[in-house]
C-alpha cells in the first residue's frame, strides 16, 4: 500500500488535510491535501526538513490545532468534529505529547510534572503521585525525582517529558524532535526508551525527525516534503490489520 493512500480501518488517520495561514496578504500553505493512515500499536516516523511542517502535522493528529480543510481520526473518533471540552479530554487522556523543548513546568520538580496530567484528569492525588513515581522509576530518575527542571540536563528532562507523556496510559504517543536539542549519545538513549516503551505498553507511537538516524529507528517512514507525504520506496508499509 503506498503511504499517500489513507485507510478506513487504520487506527489514525488523516484524509485530505490542509493547512494554512495568514500572514498579512500573503496566504502560507503549509499542508496540502495529506493522507496518511497508521496501525494501532506500530512505531511511524515522520521525516521531513525543518518548515516541512512536521509540527504543524503532529499538532493536527493531537488535536493541539485545527485544520483548515480535511479530517483526522483515531479509534474511529473524528477529532475535527470534537467540541472545545472533548476535545481538551482527547489531548489528556488519550494522547502522550513529547516536545523538542520538553515544556516542564519549571515551578515544579520531576515527581510533580510527571503526576500533573492524572491529577488534570481526575486520578486521585495518592494513585497520580504512585504512577509518576514508577514511570521516573522505568525512565531511570528515581535518584532525580524531587529536582526541578533546572537542575537537570537536557536527557534527564527529555526522560521526565517522556514519563509524564505516559502517565494516563495513552493509546497514541507524539514526538516532535525529541533528540533536536541533545547531543547525538544522549539523543540515541532517547529513542531506545521511547522505542522500548512503545513495544512495552504497545501505544502507537509518531515521531518527528530531520534526522535520518532517528527516522532509521522506526519499522515505517513517512516523508513530509512540500506539505505533502511523499511516495517513499523505502518505507516498510505493512498491510492494514483488522479494525481495532
Known sequence: MSDTAPSPIRFLAATGLWKHYEMG?????????VDLGVDQGTFVALRGSSGAGKSTLLHLLGGLDQPTAGHVTLGGLE???MAA???ARYRNRTVGFVFQAYHLLPELDALENVALPAR???????????KA?????RVGLQHRMDHRPAELSGGEQQRVAIARALVNDPSLVLADEPTGNLDSHTGDGIIDLLVALQQERKTTLVVATHDARVAGRAPRVLVLEDGRIQPNPASIDPPPSAAP
Open 85 to 87: 471540552p472533548e476535545l
Open 133 to 137: 513515581r514508577a514511570l521516573l522509576v
Open 120 to 130: 488534570i484528569a481526575r486520578v486521585p492525588a495518592s494513585d497520580a503521585v504512585e
Open 79 to 81: 477529532l475535527t468534529a
Open 25 to 33: 496578504s500573503r496566504t502560507v500553505e503549509v499542508l496540502q491535501g
